[in-house]
C-alpha cells in the first residue's frame, strides 16, 4: 500500500544489484510512494545484476560509478540532475565489501591491502558521496542521506571482521558530516542498522545462516526483512522525519536491545546439560 510519502521528491540510489539487495527494494517502494530515481552502481555490478530490470520498473537511469572516485561520483549527481531536471531530495548508500571476509582471513590475520580497500569502499564512499553533493549543492534543503550500517559497528561478532571497522566509520562519519550539512543546509544523514538480511552480498559470507537464525530466535519481532528496511528508509526520505538526523537507527527487530532471551537461555541450558553429560559419560568410560 503506498502512502505518497515521496510524491515529487527525487533521489539517487547507489548500490541496488537484484532482488535480493535492500536497495533494490527502497528503488522499488520510492517509485511507489511517488518519487523519481536514478540508479547507480559499478559497471561489473551493472554488468552481473538485473539492474536494468529495475530502471525499467521505476522509470530509471543507470549511472554506472565507481563510489571510491569522486570524479565518477561527480558524473552521477551532475547526470542524475540533468535527468530528474533539478537538485535531489535524498540519496542512498547501500555499498560494502570486504576481500578479508571473502576470502576468510581472521581479524587478526588480515591482509592490510585488502583492509584499506574495506574501508575506502564501504566507508570513504559514503564521505565522498556526502562531499560532492555538498560541493555541487545537489540536495535541496530538508533533503535526506541515509546509509547501511549492522550493529557489528557497536559489537564484536564473530567473523565480521574488518567490516566491523568500516561500519564503525561510517556512523561517525553520518555524524560529523551531519552537523556540517545540517547546520548550512538542513540536509540530515541518518544510518540504518538492520537485522542480518540474506541478500546476495549477505549470504555468501560463511555462518550467515547460523547468525540468521540466532538473531531471528533472539529478536522479539524476529529479523527484519529486506524489504521492510526499504519501508523504514522510505520514512526517513519523507517529510515525516525532518527532525532527525545524526543517528545510528535500529531496524532490527529489537535484536539490539536484548541480553538473553527466555528462548537463548533454554537452549543453553539444555547444551550445559547435555555437555555434562557426555562429560560424565567419558568419566565413566
Known amino acids: 500500500m503506498a ?58 537511469i543507470i549511472i554506472p560509478a565507481d563510489a571510491t572516485h569522486v570524479k565518477e561520483i561527480e ?9 530528474l531536471d533539478g537538485k535531489i531530495d535524498f540519496v542512498l548508500h547501500s555499498i560494502g565489501m570486504s576481500m578479508n571476509v571473502r576470502k576468510n582471513r581472521p581479524y587478526d590475520d588480515l591482509d592490510y591491502d585488502y583492509f584499506m580497500k574495506t574501508l575506502d569502499i564501504s566507508a570513504l564512499s559514503f564521505h565522498k558521496i556526502i562531499q560532492v553533493a555538498k560541493k555541487l549543492d545537489a540536495i535541496n534543503e530538508w533533503g535526506s542521506i541515509v546509509a547501511l550500517s549492522y550493529i ?24 560529523s558530516f551531519g552537523y556540517i550539512y545540517g547546520r548550512e543546509k ?27 537464525d540466532f538473531t531471528d530466535r533472539m529478536s522479539p519481532l524476529g529479523n527484519a526483512s529486506a524489504e521492510e528496511c ?16 545524526m543517528q545510528n537507527l535500529y531496524h532490527d527487530g529489537g535484536f539490539s536491545s536484548m541480553g538473553m532471551s527466555a528462548r537463548a537461555m533454554t537452549m543453553y541450558s539444555h547444551s550445559l546439560n547435555c ?5 560424565k559419560l567419558e568419566e565413566e568410560m
Not at 555437555?275 to 562429560?279: P, R, V
Request: aromatic share 8%.
Open 3 to 60: 502512502y505518497n510519502l515521496l510524491k515529487g521528491k527525487k533521489g539517487i540510489i547507489f548500490g541496488a544489484l537484484d532482488r535480493k539487495s535492500i536497495a533494490w527494494k527502497v528503488a522499488e517502494k520510492a517509485y511507489e510512494e511517488g518519487a523519481h530515481i536514478v540508479l547507480t552502481n559499478t559497471p561489473a555490478a551493472i554488468r552481473f545484476g538485473e539492474i536494468e530490470e529495475l530502471a525499467k520498473k521505476t522509470q530509471s
Open 75 to 83: 558524473n552521477v549527481y551532475l547526470k542524475g540532475m540533468e535527468f
Open 152 to 175: 557489528a559497528a557497536q559489537r564484536t561478532l564473530f567473523r565480521y571482521n574488518d567490516m566491523a571497522d568500516a561500519k564503525a566509520a561510517l556512523e561517525s562519519i553520518a555524524r
Open 186 to 212: 538542513k540536509v540530515r544523514i541518518n544510518t540504518v542498522s538492520q537485522s542480518p538480511t540474506l541478500t546476495t552480498a549477505g549470504s555468501g559470507v560463511k555462518g550467515i545462516d547460523d547468525l540468521y
Open 230 to 245: 526499504a519501508g523504514y528508509i522510505i520514512t526517513l526520505f519523507s517529510d515525516l522525519t525532518r527532525k532527525v538526523t
Open 275 to 279: 555437555e555434562e553429560c557426555a562429560h
